[in-house]
């Protein structure tokens, strides 16, 4: 076979990879919007959105550790909010500031670490630094939480939101992402990606 053929198939699998990694997560993101945060909302108000805000940031997370290359956190987040805003997200167009926005803040976590740090520390920290991209959107133009943008919103409440959305993300997009695909790689379910190859 020749080199080119084999960079044909390489850039092949890695473009149908990353559309499948980014459905997956999409469709988790839908699921969130549709079932899971408006039940958080109706018992906690944006405290209880913001203790699964993190399931929102594994479609940078998610590929990224697998695959290991540079620009799929953001690729990765941005193709599953589009896939979330195909079916019909409440967040509409929204999604398109979202997912670039919170993309783009996983990727610059990798990208500090040269794309060579993989461990928990990194994914926490890559699961984490969405948070500074989607809350100042969710109070300053986001029409779902018209309150925090009243003068009067409590800073106590501000910093608690912040704080479990941080949590969240590491949790979530951190330390749920590293588990779980770890666990997949050791029963063999992602032989030839490059997470397969390195650990």
Do not use: N
Not at 110 to 115: K, Q
Not at 133 to 154: K, M
Not at 155 to 165: F, R
Not at 182 to 198: H, M, Q, S, Y
């Amino acid at each position: 076979m020749s080199k080119v053929s084999e960079t044909s198939i390489t850039i092949t699998k890695k473009i149908v990879g990353l559309a499948s990694f980014s459905i997956v997560a999409g469709l988790l993101f839908a699921a969130v919007s549709h079932v899971v945060a408006p039940i958080m909302f109706m018992f906690g108000g944006h405290l209880g959105i913001a203790s699964v805000y993190g399931l929102w940031f594994l479609g940078g997370t998610l590929p990224a550790y697998i695959m290991r290359e540079r620009g799929t956190a953001f690729l990765g987040e941005t193709i599953a909010a589009i896939i979330e805003l195909l079916l019909v997200s409440p967040y509409s167009v929204l999604l398109y500031y979202y997912g670039p926005a919170q993309g783009i803040m996983s990727e610059l976590v990798f990208w500090l670490r040269r794309y060579r740090s993989w461990g928990y520390g990194t994914m926490i920290l890559a699961g984490m630094l969405p948070v500074l991209a989607a809350y100042p959107f969710d109070c300053l133009v986001s029409p779902f939480y018209p309150a925090c943008r009243d003068p009067g919103y409590p800073i106590t409440l501000h910093i608690t939101i912040i704080t479990t959305m941080l949590i969240s993300g590491a949790l979530f997009s951190g330390v749920l992402v590293k588990s779980v695909v770890d666990r997949l790689v050791k029963a063999g379910a992602l032989r030839g990606w490059p997470i397969a190859e390195t650990s």
